[in-house]
């Protein structure tokens, strides 16, 4: 008999097993390494249904930490769960729009999908499937959709889901809604476009990705701009390559007799002259010319607003961070995108060689900010630039709000007494400045830029120093 068999059938055991902390104690105890192939597949898909089990259990416990309805408040600069989402942002080191979605889709799981919670608890959907579910269902069940009509969308949910993916799950429920309810469909497509918004998310790599979530008129008058965009620098192209060859010819016919100046063809595309700038434009992919032109065509619009429109009274900018020997070519240490994170050193000097320079002063050890160089002395201005160079975003845990989008907070109030001073003063962002000031959260700020909050409950959250040459 083979060895792995009794192992094997016991990993088959336990996939069929209900979910609960019995199964789960017995799949920690085995290697998955000691498996056959086949029953390391079985062990995965039985992990896979043990977190479904504990994501039932969270659902109940966010909802139990946020309350079974949204919060509702009096007071003009309370918005609903600010209270609750900022507790559950900072428990579990989540963003305050992270949080929220997770308390929206807790409270439509446990209020108002019962089977829906009863599968995920069983294993027999994902985590993923079930956030979906509510997801998409949450708008038309805000619009009274009816406990008959959500029994049928569970159904028909629920079954899709054995042998599909979360994407085609929420596909499925948004015809079975258009299908149950045409009304309330027709209310949430219209309301949806309030939704609309552009986010930016940092990548790997020195890349990011922005989305953009537009009405789909709006997203056309968007792609038309940079189909025309790719259109006229096509044709610019073109042109130049026109210009380049003919000026190859006529050069080669007052040459003619000439084989060796022949043979070395000076011109568009010589393996002995650079390329310019628009034939390098047509190597690109379709994909590179789309996201250039976008990137051209909004530079040209900052370019154009970049002294009207200001920050904390400076213009518009992007902020790069470098060291000065990395600058100088002495080093190849990466540089800091503001907003973003590290950047090689290459990229860093190609955004520098432009750029507007301004010394920062800081500590060896721990590389946090001690001054900010200035030729003048302009204390309201230079204490401004220094907090936005110390800071770069909001300092309540997690939020990463640009700090040119933020408040100048004093953490001891002016009223009572605190000083403008750099200890004293910090940059928060408008919701968390107001959970401070009216929402009885705490603030204790140390000379370094670090911090700690107090909740309204007592628990505390300290917030680390920003080493300069270090994203936030």
């Given at each position: 008999?083979?060895?792995?068999?009794?192992?094997?059938?016991?990993?088959?055991?336990?996939?069929?097993?209900?979910?609960?902390?019995?199964?789960?104690?017995g799949?920690?105890?085995?290697?998955?390494?000691?498996?056959?192939?086949?029953?390391?597949?079985?062990?995965?898909?039985?992990?896979?249904?043990?977190?479904?089990?504990?994501?039932?259990?969270?659902q109940?416990?966010?909802v139990?930490?946020?309350?079974?309805e949204?919060s509702?408040?009096?007071k003009?600069?309370?918005?609903?769960?600010?209270?609750?989402?900022?507790?559950v942002?900072?428990?579990?080191?989540?963003?305050?729009?992270t949080?929220?979605?997770?308390?929206?889709v807790?409270?439509?799981?446990?209020?108002?999908?019962?089977?829906?919670?009863?599968?995920?608890a069983?294993?027999?959907?994902?985590?993923?499937?079930?956030?979906?579910?509510?997801?998409?269902?949450?708008?038309?069940?805000?619009d009274?959709?009816?406990?008959?009509?959500?029994?049928?969308?569970?159904?028909?949910?629920?079954g899709?889901?054995?042998?599909?993916?979360?994407?085609?799950?929420?596909?499925?429920v948004?015809?079975?809604?258009?299908q149950?309810?045409?009304?309330?469909?027709?209310?949430?497509?219209?309301?949806?476009?309030?939704?609309?918004?552009?986010?930016?998310?940092n990548?790997?790599?020195?890349?990011?990705?922005?989305?953009a979530?537009?009405?789909?008129?709006?997203?056309?008058?968007?792609?038309?701009?940079?189909?025309?965009?790719?259109?006229?620098?096509?044709?610019?192209?073109?042109?130049?390559?026109?210009?380049?060859?003919?000026?190859?010819?006529?050069?080669?016919?007052?040459?003619?007799?000439?084989?060796?100046?022949?043979?070395?063809?000076?011109?568009?595309?010589?393996?002995?002259?650079?390329?310019?700038?628009?034939?390098?434009?047509?190597?690109?992919?379709?994909?590179?010319?789309?996201?250039?032109?976008?990137?051209?065509?909004?530079?040209?619009?900052?370019?154009?607003?970049?002294?009207?429109?200001?920050?904390?009274?400076?213009?518009?900018?992007?902020?790069?961070?470098?060291?000065?020997?990395?600058?100088?070519?002495?080093?190849?240490?990466?540089?800091?995108?503001?907003?973003?994170?590290a950047?090689?050193a290459?990229?860093?000097?190609?955004?520098?060689?432009?750029?507007?320079?301004?010394?920062?002063?800081?500590?060896?050890?721990?590389?946090?900010?001690?001054d900010?160089?200035?030729?003048?002395?302009?204390?309201?201005?230079?204490?401004?630039?220094?907090?936005?160079?110390?800071?770069?975003?909001?300092?309540?845990?997690?939020?990463?709000?640009?700090?040119t989008?933020?408040?100048?907070?004093?953490?001891?109030?002016?009223?009572?007494?605190?000083?403008?001073?750099?200890?004293?003063?910090?940059?928060?962002?408008?919701?968390?400045?107001?959970l401070?000031?009216?929402?009885?959260?705490?603030?204790?700020?140390?000379?370094?830029?670090?911090?700690?909050?107090?909740?309204?409950?007592?628990?505390n959250?300290?917030?680390?120093?920003?080493?300069?040459?270090?994203?936030?």
């Amino acid at each position: 008999m083979d060895s792995t068999e009794p192992l094997s059938a016991r990993v088959s055991d336990l996939l069929r097993a209900n979910p609960g902390i019995q199964t789960l104690t017995g799949l920690v105890s085995i290697n998955p390494f000691e498996l056959v192939v086949g029953s390391r597949i079985d062990f995965l898909s039985a992990l896979e249904r043990q977190t479904a089990w504990l994501q039932a259990i969270m659902q109940r416990a966010i909802v139990a930490v946020a309350g079974e309805e949204s919060s509702s408040n009096d007071k003009i600069w309370d918005g609903v769960d600010e209270a609750e989402r900022e507790d559950v942002a900072a428990a579990l080191r989540l963003s305050p729009n992270t949080a929220q979605l997770r308390i929206d889709v807790a409270r439509t799981l446990v209020n108002h999908l019962p089977n829906t919670c009863s599968a995920l608890a069983m294993g027999e959907i994902s985590a993923a499937h079930a956030t979906v579910i509510a997801k998409e269902s949450a708008a038309a069940i805000r619009d009274g959709l009816s406990e008959f009509a959500i029994y049928q969308l569970e159904e028909k949910a629920l079954g899709y889901a054995e042998f599909h993916t979360p994407g085609q799950v929420a596909n499925k429920v948004r015809t079975t809604i258009a299908q149950l309810a045409p009304a309330e469909f027709e209310e949430v497509v219209d309301r949806a476009r309030e939704s609309r918004r552009v986010s930016c998310y940092n990548d790997a790599d020195g890349m990011a990705t922005v989305v953009a979530i537009l009405p789909a008129p709006d997203a056309q008058i968007i792609m038309k701009s940079i189909e025309s965009y790719i259109l006229k620098r096509n044709e610019e192209d073109s042109r130049q390559h026109s210009d380049t060859n003919v000026g190859s010819k006529q050069h080669s016919d007052t040459n003619v007799g000439s084989k060796q100046h022949s043979d070395t063809k000076v011109g568009f595309g010589s393996s002995n002259s650079p390329r310019s700038e628009t034939s390098i434009w047509s190597l690109l992919s379709a994909d590179n010319k789309r996201a250039d032109a976008l990137t051209a065509i909004l530079s040209s619009a900052l370019s154009e607003n970049s002294d009207s429109v200001k920050s904390h009274r400076r213009a518009v900018s992007v902020n790069v961070t470098i060291d000065l020997p990395t600058l100088l070519g002495l080093a190849e240490n990466p540089g800091q995108l503001s907003g973003y994170g590290a950047i090689p050193a290459s990229v860093a000097r190609e955004l520098a060689s432009d750029a507007t320079w301004k010394r920062f002063i800081t500590d060896p050890l721990t590389g946090n900010l001690l001054d900010f160089g200035r030729e003048k002395y302009e204390p309201p201005q230079a204490l401004v630039d220094f907090l936005l160079a110390r800071d770069r975003t909001c300092r309540f845990p997690g939020c990463r709000q640009p700090a040119t989008r933020a408040d100048i907070d004093h953490a001891h109030s002016w009223e009572t007494g605190g000083e403008t001073s750099i200890e004293n003063l910090g940059l928060l962002c408008r919701r968390h400045h107001r959970l401070k000031t009216h929402g009885r959260w705490s603030l204790v700020s140390n000379k370094d830029g670090s911090c700690e909050w107090t909740s309204p409950t007592g628990k505390n959250y300290f917030v680390p120093a920003r080493p300069i040459n270090e994203s936030v």
